[in-house]
């Protein structure tokens, strides 16, 4: 049961152009969402990440989206960068009222960023 | 800068042997984490620990599986018999409170054999 989708598996942009990552969910109790950037041999490292209550968060040349109707967000690269060539992961946390921690990741979209 | 330190990057075991994967989290968090990532599969939550007890845990993490959190610095995970499946990279993470983002080790690649 895939909670948390990344439907495309890879994506190749060029250098200075826009990076658009998509992530669906389908548990409505998830609250906090996270965007996850992995480089091979590391683990996950946090980028940017927004709340339920908000549609829009954003980080410099980092910028999530939220549509709660559509149960999608997405994460944008603006100018992408052959550096931000990696995997990067959705996740995704459920208001349980506990103090845990517990994500929900996708399956990861491989980012290529061509010079 | 802090960072999640994990020992050691890569082991190899025997199918039945007990293994410890060793971290050590960033030294004001008090959350912690257990993650594992099979090869070509999604990163998947195994546990979580606040308090010097097991706060959540999935379905993965069944009666073999154990943590610790020994000296107060430490957060380790044991594997009482390890099986061909439990091949993985395995990463410790925490975090500071609980909503904020969790900060993930390097991950300690195990290879069952």
Known sequence: DQQVKQNSPSLSVQEGRISILNCDYTNSMFDYFLWY???????????????????????????????????????????????????????????????????TFGKGTLLTVNP | E??????????????????????VPISNHLYFYWYRQILGQKVEFLVSFYNNEISEKSEIFDDQFSVERPDGSNFTLKIRSTKLEDSAMYFCASSGYRNTEAFFGQGTRLTVV
């Open chain 1, 37 to 103: 950037k992995k480089y091979p041999a590391e683990g996950p490292t946090f980028l940017i990440s927004i709340s339920s209550i908000k549609d829009k968060n954003e980080d410099g040349r980092f910028t999530v989206f939220l549509n709660k109707s559509a149960k999608h967000l997405s994460l944008h690269i603006v100018p992408s960068q052959p550096g931000d060539s990696a995997v990067y992961f959705c996740a995704a946390k459920e208001n349980s009222g506990g103090s845990n921690y517990k994500l």
């Open chain 2, 2 to 23: 802090p960072e999640v330190t994990q020992t050691p990057s890569h082991q190899v075991t025997q199918m039945g042997q007990e293994v410890i994967l060793r971290c």
